[in-house]
């Protein structure tokens, strides 16, 4: 089963643009990451926001987390063809810290 | 440091044979958790090993089964194989708080 559910779940934008991708989860968590994953290679962490923690940043990222509404966005400013890839919301919230992940968001950055 | 490595990178098998998976993890990753990505979706939770014992498992039926050694390293069997096994089937170790690190994955295919 999954517990989040990224919004949309393709998106094609001009290089340069910026990127909003969503995140929705059904259950109380510990913290939300999310991933980015090139081609069906494995994933690369990018980010892990606490349930206490509203905002953060990493560069051209920033994650928001919402608690009440059960979601998160994932910004990417000034878009880069490399970062065309997939990004998944993976959330943890049980005694143990297995990951759950969304569907993900396919991200198509044209030239 | 090396990363987390998985072998073999590609696999064929055939319907009804049994196939076996390798990770190391991190060095000092004490925790291993494998997935299951069928093409265009999220990885789905297997299993979660921490110091050797099972911690945590998916919804999968019992022809999986997995196991942790003494130096963390893991194995992944599957026994029976169908046609729906063909996946990406990764692992990921984890040493505490920042997030999970992946392989580079098992690219499975049965015939």
């Known amino acids: 089963s999954q517990q989040g559910e990224e919004d949309p779940q393709a998106l094609s934008i001009q290089e340069g643009e910026n990127a909003t991708m969503n995140c929705s989860y059904k259950?109380?968590?510990?913290?939300l990451q999310w991933y980015r994953q090139n081609s069906g290679r494995g994933l690369v962490h990018l980010i892990l926001i606490r349930s206490n923690e509203r905002e953060k940043h990493s560069g051209r990222l920033r994650v928001t987390l919402d608690t009440s509404k059960k979601s998160s966005s994932l910004l990417i400013t000034a878009s880069r063809a490399a970062d065309t890839a997939s990004y998944f919301c993976?959330?943890?919230?049980?005694?143990?810290?297995?990951?759950?992940f969304g569907k993900g968001t396919r991200l198509h950055i044209l030239p | 440091d090396a990363g987390v490595t998985q072998s073999p990178t590609h696999l064929i098998k055939t319907r009804g044979q049994q196939v076996t998976l390798r990770c190391s993890p991190i060095s000092g990753h004490k925790s291993v958790s494998w997935y299951q990505q069928v093409l265009g979706q999220g990885p789905q939770f297997i299993f979660q090993?921490?110091?050797?014992?099972?911690?945590g498992r998916g919804n999968f039926p019992d022809r999986f089964s997995a196991r942790q050694f003494p130096n963390y390293s893991s194995e992944l069997n599957v026994n029976a194989l169908l046609l729906g096994d063909s996946a990406l089937y990764l692992c990921?170790?984890?040493?505490?708080?920042?997030?999970?690190?992946f392989g580079s994955g098992t690219r499975l295919t049965v015939v």
């Open positions: 090993y921490y110091e050797k014992e099972e911690r």
């Open positions: 990921a170790s984890t040493g505490g708080y920042y997030g999970y690190t």
């Open positions: 993976a959330t943890d919230g049980g005694r143990d810290d297995k990951i759950i």
């Open positions: 259950t109380s968590i510990n913290n």
